[in-house]
């Protein structure tokens, strides 16, 4: 297996997929990454060699942030969202959605599961 960044990539996916299991590389960056190097997209993980794994290694460390220090990145913006009292921080900090979706019906993967209220029912009719 490769290892970079951290992250072991799997030997036996191509590898403009395989680059897509680290944070921060998704399959745009990937193929940019490996035109960059020189290696073909549908050559496999196991089938590079050792100086072809460190040339992606130098090109990624050098040119993209990935991993801890992308994830730290994202924390530190929201934080300083949060620090500033923006309305996005007060959003963040309240788990609701941030970039303008409505609340009233939907929104279930920031609020999370329904908070059933007792004693709340329809009236008959």
Do not use: F, W
């Not at 991993?67 to 990145?73: F, I, N």
Request: proline share 3%; hydrophobic share 30%; charged share 35%.
């Amino acid at each position: 297996m490769a290892r970079i960044s951290g992250v072991d990539l799997p030997n036996n996916k191509r590898c403009d997929v395989g680059l897509t299991y680290m944070y921060g590389v998704g399959p745009k960056i990937a193929l940019e990454i490996l035109e960059k190097v020189g290696i073909d997209k549908t050559k496999k993980i196991g089938d590079l060699s050792s100086d072809e794994i460190s040339q992606l290694r130098k090109v990624i460390e050098k040119e993209y942030i990935t991993e801890g220090d992308l994830r730290t990145q994202i924390l530190m913006n929201i934080k300083r969202l949060n620090d500033i009292g923006a309305y996005r921080g007060l959003r963040h900090r309240h788990g609701l959605p941030v970039r303008g979706q409505k609340t009233g019906t939907n929104a279930r993967t920031r609020k999370g599961p329904r908070k059933t209220v007792a004693g709340k029912k329809k009236e008959g009719r």
